[in-house]
């Protein structure tokens, strides 16, 4: 069957949801449809590795997707892009003319070449396979050391999990936070009975009904009941390169109308590979921040309201009562300054790099995103000295 639209949107996560109220928005008569191959309409996935384990309520992950009346597609792959007759192919046969496309594909998990029976952390449907392995002393097995591994393993822990995180780096969240702060988050683990075993790589699996034997790089052996990876993501590119559009950072390279080389495709979110003024860079950032406010502007975009996108993205995380809110590039090989009103609790780092604030780190502290932005767009040159003090601490 053939459709034709106004405007279409492949995938349906939180920057499609976004695109199409902002569309929506500013046309009530457009003609909106969404392509999403879950089976589920679109949710926020934070709450996956937060709040669900905690207080968090299924009901409050959903997105207001219906306030967009749109005419919503799930289970529904995207195949193929024709850009010359502006017509996307599905797996259902039927075919999607449009007059303006936005690609909001997000990524998939990275995955081991062994366990095909693991949990790789990323959709509802695993945090829902997750939830039924998850019992008091159940032996929960979490490989990845970054930020989703890092909160899931504090989710198992505080669901009374045996818990185990495996990475191969030196500490927690190493690539991101600076040494003395990676290592006090891993001792904060330890103290909370994760058992941390930095510097390991998974080498291979054995799996059966009653759960897996992890094979270590150190030659020893972990049997467990569940294994849950967070190993970061692959951009979904595919259909994109195939229709030959530009890509560069692992995502599709899109203009400051988030306009693709292709005039009539817009891309936003995990995919999206954007240019960030303050930065004097492109960016591309895997925060939901990001995919809200992209899919926002390019929907106002697609709908006629063209304006720069000029944000500078924000991210957050929660692990066990240590939270933290981030801006810019976050990136432990950069000059980190620290600034602490208490060691490793409460505090800011700065990230330099020539002499400009590249990224800022609010460590249980809080109200200071927009300051935060600010500094970062600030032309320096700023040292150790001059930096350190810049924002107050607030927690
Ligand atoms: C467990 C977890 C916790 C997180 N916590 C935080 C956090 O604390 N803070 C933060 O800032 N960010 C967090 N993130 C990241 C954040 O959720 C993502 O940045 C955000 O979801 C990106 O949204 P998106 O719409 O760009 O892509 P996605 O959410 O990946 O959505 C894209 C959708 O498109 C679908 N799709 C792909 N290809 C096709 C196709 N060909 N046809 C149809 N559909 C397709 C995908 O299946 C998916 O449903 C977390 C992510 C996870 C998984």
Redesign the pocket.
Known sequence: MKHSVSHLI?????????AAQAIRSVDADASIAM????A?P?Y???????ALWKDGREDDIWRPIGKAHIDLQLG????RIDRAARLVQ??AGDSWEYEQLLL??????RQLSFGDDFIY???YA??QHLRQRVRPGARIAVIGGG??GS??AAAMALNGCRTSLLFPGPAICSRVFPAALAAAVTAAYRERDVDVRSGITVTGARSDAGGSELLLSDGSRLRVDAVVA?LG?EP?V??AQEAGLQLDLGGIVVDDQLRTNDAAIHA?????TFPAPALSRRLR????????Q??RHAGLCMAGQDAPYRQL??????LFDLGYEAVGIVDSRLQAIEQWVTPYREGVVYYLDSGRVRGVLLWNTWGQVDAARALIAEPGPFDAGSVRGRLPVKA
Do not use: C, W
């Open positions: 492949i995938g349906a996560g939180v920057a499609g949801e976004s392509l999403g191959d879950e589920h679109p926020d996935r934070p709450p996956l590795s937060k529904r792959r995207a195949l599905d797996n909001a594909t997000g990524g998939r998990p952390y990323r959709r695993d945090y930020f989703i909160e899931v967070g993501i979904n595919q259909l936003a979110g995990d995919v999206a950032v895997e925060h939901e921040d990001a995919a809200l992209m899919g993205p924000f991210f957050y995380a929660d």
